[in-house]
């Protein structure tokens, strides 16, 4: 499927692909929807509400590695220890990842963030102290963990490309993945994806969205 490099609101990069007019992050920015969605509402979110500072983190659609790269930044930064567990079905090339532009504008490093996609598929790899990898390539119907994290962002591609990762079928595999007290966030606002979390057995909630949209979801178990 062929991928297109976008420049977006906040002039991060994205991947377009125009076969579904669909591009992996908000075209408004992808760093901003990324701060927005995955770290103040997720990450910051569980961090306030509980007092460890171990953290079991799952990403469902590890795609370019940005909502990892940010994580992985945040250890730097916080008293954080993170494992942390992407799945992807369809891994980016190198030639990709190479063309995004997170590390500049995040002066963040080039090396760190490449060591994200160079690391071998389903091997827990120490990228610093604090933060822990391991990248599972599996379809998101594959996912069979139980009471296993604290955190899962949920950045699949959009209800209207993928209305199947939207279901009560895969919800049910994200909130039996999940620990008592766990939180799920997700750009999407959608009523079907909402009531599709309602439906299986998370606390849902409506909060103001990134910039470009007026409402993302979080649930907890």
Do not use: C
Not at 11 to 27: A, C, F, N, R
Not at 72 to 88: A, H, M, P, R, S
Not at 189 to 213: H, T
């Amino acid at each position: 499927m062929k991928r297109t490099l976008l420049k977006t609101g906040d002039g991060s990069y994205t991947l377009h692909i125009p076969e579904w007019d669909e591009q992996y992050h908000s075209k408004h920015g992808a760093i901003a929807e990324a701060l927005h969605v995955f770290i103040k509402e997720g990450l910051y979110y569980w961090s306030s509400k509980n007092a460890a500072t171990e953290i079991s983190i799952m990403e469902i659609g590890f795609g370019t590695g940005l909502n990892a790269l940010l994580t992985f930044l945040e250890t730097e930064k916080n008293v954080f220890q993170i494992d942390y567990t992407g799945v992807e079905a369809y891994p980016l090339s190198l030639d990709e990842i190479e063309k995004l532009n997170y590390t500049s504008l995040l002066n963040a490093s080039e090396e760190k963030f490449l060591k994200l996609h160079e690391i071998s598929w389903e091997e827990k790899t120490a990228i610093s102290d604090n933060f822990r990898l391991t990248k599972q390539k599996q379809f998101f119907s594959e996912i069979n963990n139980e009471n296993s994290f604290n955190l899962i962002y949920f950045d699949a591609f959009g209800i209207r490309v993928q209305p199947e990762l939207w279901t009560e079928e895969i919800f049910k595999k994200m909130f039996s993945a999940l620990k008592p007290n766990g939180v799920l966030v997700t750009y999407a606002a959608n009523g079907n994806a909402r009531r599709a979390m309602q439906a299986v057995g998370f606390s849902v909630e409506r909060l103001p969205g990134p910039p470009g949209k007026k409402e993302m979801l979080r649930g907890t178990k």
